[in-house]
């Protein structure tokens, strides 16, 4: 599995790489914030809401500490799509956070 430190993806973001993130924590954890720009997907309901996801781009998923994002990315990677792990997650997160309410 592929894996990016939340350092690298700050940095990603910072020099306005176009990034898609998804972050696969309940929609009450990322109601305290998420990163600028993620996508929310709780985990339990990724097998219904992959087909939104395009095969052709890559995804950086994200959730709390890496677990919940490590399983994801092995589901979606098996079913063909192009992910990496979020390391450390939003606990390792130092950037901007974007709150749900902004």
């Known amino acids: 599995m592929k894996v990016i430190s939340t350092q ?4 990603l973001l910072e020099l306005g790489k176009q990034v898609n993130i ?3 924590r309940e929609a009450s954890e990322v109601a305290g914030g998420k990163i600028p720009g993620a996508v929310n997907m709780p985990l339990g309901l990724l097998e219904f809401k992959m087909n939104e996801l395009d095969k052709s781009e ?9 677990g919940r994002s490590g399983s994801a990315c092995k589901f979606l990677d098996y079913q063909g799509y192009k992910v ?3 390391e450390g ?3 390792a997160w130092a950037g901007d956070i974007e ?4």
């Not at 690298?8 to 940095?11: K, S």
């Not at 890559?58 to 890496?66: D, H, I, L, T």
């Open 8 to 11: 690298e993806l700050q940095t």
């Open 22 to 24: 998804i972050d696969v």
């Open 58 to 66: 890559e995804y950086y998923v994200n959730c709390q500490a890496g």
């Open 84 to 86: 990496i792990n979020v």
């Open 89 to 91: 997650g939003m606990n």
């Open 99 to 102: 709150r749900i309410d902004d």
